[in-house]
């Protein structure tokens, strides 16, 4: 699913502080996986919470087209009827993956182990982005690839059925690589194993295990050895998705930046995997304060309570970069605000990302009257000290290269901003947080 072609640029201003009590919507990671691992059980899987943006929409649609019976209810709920492992059908038309990278790399490794054909297209973002990452696994696996050049979509996957299960230690920190060798392994009789240098976001591990498959973690010198037992039978299950802490990071940044601010953002997901972001904000001298600490479908969940604070500036370890991937972008907004420097290094995988994430926020935010050098794998921001940032002139916007992420970190620089940003598309927006806007005025309503 893609959103509308037609852009909506819009300028984002100073609105004053940000109280109250907000819910951001389902986590994307977990709601993506909860429909795929639903889809492949037998008899019926109900999710609340679901994320309902474009990129889990796009998860939907592929599942349906591949024997799945997926229906929202009125109360919101989602109800999954799925088709038992081993049993996806071969979907008559292509995959359109929309934007999203989760949904096209783990539904490869889906396909990969099934005995079907499956064409995968995606937007402009999307087709740029790299696939050779999982046909690499998935080919030792058995399954066969017809890529555009680059290894990029669209692309034909041939999956295979036996498949061979491997051994395969992963070449770049990514969840959606582990994840896709994980789930081709669900259809591959004996052990799949991955082998982690560098942990990554766990939610396929924990739901996998939680839909009944047969999943050991160990460690040894240091790396974690992941091994998936096939072929695997999945029961059904009753999910509840916590809240986005990719989502609350916009917000708990734009709180922290915006004089009298004191916010609550109800049920945020806090897996150890995902949540260094609020840690670094701490280091930074951010207020974030955990209410009511609690599990929420196997994740834990609190909600932040986020006061207005004087930030200072930090050099971010590169260690934490994987359990923060997403948020540097918003990340790089609070550091040209703070106090001094902040120095980030080890990002070379948010060039690989929607965009360029390292390039398009280095010119978004220089736009805006940042100070920010770019490196290979990092930016180095001098902030204003709390000042707000100049903003873009008037008939100037900054791009967003389709990319949800830019178009969301902007828009909070634009409301610590003296005349307001302008983001030259929303519409990117609607892929993992389309009620956005719709919060902001709550947060801001007084
Ligand atoms: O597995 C997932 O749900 C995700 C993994 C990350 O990607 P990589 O695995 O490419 O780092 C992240 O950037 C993406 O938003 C979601
Ligand atoms: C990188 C992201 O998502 P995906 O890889 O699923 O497109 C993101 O949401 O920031």
Redesign the pocket.
């Known amino acids: 699913m893609s959103h509308s072609n037609t852009p909506s640029p819009k300028r984002f201003k100073s609105s004053g502080a940000l109280t109250g009590r907000i819910a951001v919507p389902g986590d994307?990671?977990i709601s993506?996986?909860s429909l795929m691992l639903g889809a492949l059980a037998v008899g019926e899987t109900r999710v609340s919470g679901l994320l309902e943006g474009e990129d889990v929409l796009s998860t939907a649609a592929a599942m349906r087209a591949m024997g799945a019976t997926i229906h929202r209810g009125d109360d919101g709920v989602w109800s999954i009827h799925g088709v038992g492992v081993g049993s996806l059908l071969q979907p008559e038309q292509a995959l359109d993956m929309g934007n999203s990278?989760?949904s096209t790399?783990?539904l490869m490794g889906l396909v990969a182990s099934h005995p079907i054909r499956a064409v995968f297209t995606g937007d402009p973002s999307l087709s740029k982005r790299p696939m050779g990452?999982v046909i690499t696994p998935l080919s030792q696996m058995g399954a066969s690839f017809e890529a555009s050049p680059g290894g990029t979509l669209p692309l034909m996957l041939r999956g295979i059925s036996p498949a061979v299960p491997i051994t395969y230690r992963l070449p770049?920190?990514?969840?959606?690589?582990?994840?896709a060798v994980l789930l081709a392994g669900l259809n591959t009789a004996g052990i799949t194993r991955v082998i982690e240098p560098v942990p990554?976001?766990d939610?396929?591990e924990r739901m996998l295990r939680g839909f009944g498959a047969k999943l050991d973690v160990g460690e040894e010198s240091g790396e974690r050895i992941i091994e998936i037992h096939g072929e695997a039978d999945l029961q059904p299950q009753t999910i509840t998705v916590p809240g986005d802490p990719?989502s609350a990071a916009f917000f708990t940044i734009a709180a922290l930046l915006a004089p009298g601010s004191d916010l609550v953002i109800e049920n945020v997901g806090l897996n150890p995997t995902r949540a260094a972001l609020f840690d670094v904000l701490r280091d930074m001298g951010g207020s974030i304060e955990e209410l009511d600490r609690r599990e929420v479908g196997g994740e834990p969940v609190a909600d932040l309570r986020v006061k207005h604070s004087a930030l200072t500036g930090i050099e971010v370890d590169p260690a934490v970069v994987?359990a923060m991937?997403?948020e540097f972008p918003i990340l790089f907004v609070a550091a040209s605000l703070a106090q001094g420097t902040t120095t980030t290094r080890g990002l070379e995988?948010l060039r690989?990302?929607e965009s360029d994430r390292l390039a398009a926020m280095a010119a978004a935010l220089t736009l805006a009257g940042a100070k920010v050098e770019e490196y290979g794998d990092g930016l180095v921001i001098e902030g204003t000290g709390g000042d707000p940032l100049p903003g873009t002139a008037d008939g100037v916007a900054i791009t967003t290269h389709l990319d949800h992420r830019i178009a969301m970190s902007m828009a909070v620089a634009g409301l610590a901003s003296d005349n307001g940003v302008k983001v030259d598309d929303t519409a990117p927006i609607a892929t993992s947080f389309p009620t956005f806007e719709t919060l902001l005025s709550v947060a801001t309503s007084g």
């Open positions: 994307k990671s993506h996986r990278g989760t790399r783990l990452r770049v920190a990514s969840a959606q690589v582990k994840s990554t976001r939610h396929s990719s994987p991937v997403d995988e690989v990302k």
